[in-house]
């Protein structure tokens, strides 16, 4: 069957064999519900790609509709989501007025937020890499104006014992990683947010570790495990034979799930026995993890009714689903750009995952195994 292709169009060419028969039967139905000249019964690309724009489907949907054409381009149809994109999100052409007015907006339906320039003359020695921060953001830069490089969003989330996912609740943008502007995120949290915490997930990261400390210094910081154990590799992988590293791997995955400092201390004198020739790799670890006092950052046995959350994966799968649903895997955004995401679609997002869990409509999650 032969059919064309204006929109609800009858006209038609049916073709059949009857099965057992020397013959064939044609159907055809002439009337058409259009003009007939070529522009009319051509599908052009561009008005179709338009159409789907039109239609408000998102990027990921038209893609999979892109008709191929030396006209159209995925580029274009990106460009156009862009241009869109911006002209909501940018609330003045000034980067720095239009961060303001976004703020003045975020207080004005409840929330708290905070702009302020810090050269780097004020961050003294504390700059450093932090592995929890995800860079998406351009930065600002001073004077100029200009957006340059790449900048890093942090992100506090508490988990939500319905959703069983973590539920972002404070965000910050920063040129730089330094323990001199967690310290100033975390006081204005505690000080004008009435922020108040008991425990922190994080990274190994010493920088925020100093930042946490300094701000609240009862709450309890617990350590990823996975990161733990990332850094215990890859030393391992720098001090000792490649031909002892897969017995040694399984033996410090048993010493990291002790259920006891007994426990603990007994595997860890079976270690050093059984892997002679690795004193330097064990002064590391007896250094700077086995001591007394820096094993309540990372032993499971002192997390008391903490949900068996033993890696901040929450926090890992919230960045993965930042990046790749909303950012489009790229970085380089404009701070009002990302400010607009946050505070529209993925603020809508999660409202709309807690009213189809209390209707029923999404399964409740009993724990994060299911």
Not at 320 to 340: A, E, I, K, Q
């Amino acid at each position: 069957m032969i059919e064309l292709v204006g929109t609800g169009c009858k006209a038609h060419v049916r073709i059949q064999k009857p099965i057992g028969k020397d013959c064939v039967a044609v159907e055809y139905y002439w009337k058409h519900n259009h003009g007939t000249s070529m522009s009319d019964r051509a599908r052009l690309p561009l008005g179709a790609n338009e159409s789907n724009i039109n239609k408000g489907l998102d990027w990921k949907g038209i893609q999979k509709r892109l008709i191929p054409s030396e006209d159209s381009l995925c580029s274009d149809v990106h460009g156009v989501f862009y241009r869109r994109q911006m002209r909501e999100a940018a609330r003045d052409k000034d980067i720095f007025q239009s961060i303001h007015l976004w703020i003045k907006d975020i207080k004005m339906r409840g929330g708290e937020g905070m702009f302020q320039f810090e050269t780097k003359d004020k961050e003294r020695s504390h700059k450093n890499s932090s592995w929890s921060s995800h860079k998406v953001v351009r930065p600002l830069m001073p004077n100029v104006k200009k957006i340059r490089d790449v900048s890093a969003l942090f992100t506090i989330l508490v988990k939500d014992v319905v959703l069983q996912k973590g539920i972002p609740i404070a965000y910050l943008i920063c040129s730089s990683e330094s323990t001199f502007l967690l310290k100033k995120w975390l006081s204005w949290l505690k000080d004008t947010c009435r922020f108040r915490v008991s425990k922190f997930m994080m990274d190994c990261s010493p920088i925020e570790t100093e930042a946490v400390q300094a701000i609240f210094p009862q709450a309890v910081i617990y350590y990823c495990l996975f990161h733990v154990a990332q850094i215990w590799e890859r030393r391992m992988r720098k001090d000792c034979n490649k031909e002892h590293w897969y017995q040694m791997g399984l033996a410090l995955k048993a010493i990291r799930g002790a259920r006891s400092n007994e426990e603990l201390d007994g595997l860890w004198q079976k270690f050093k026995v059984a892997f002679p020739g690795t004193e330097r790799f064990c002064a590391f670890l007896e250094r700077n993890w086995l001591a007394r006092t820096k094993r309540e950052k990372w032993v499971l046995f002192v997390r008391e009714n903490y949900q068996h959350v033993d890696t901040n994966n929450l926090l890992e799968f919230w960045f993965h689903t930042l990046n790749s649903n909303y950012l489009d895997g790229r970085c380089g955004h404009r701070v009002d750009v990302v400010m607009f995401m946050l505070q529209g679609e993925i603020e809508r997002d999660f409202k709309t995952q807690l009213v189809k869990v209390d209707h029923g409509v999404q399964p409740v999650k009993q724990s994060e195994y299911d």
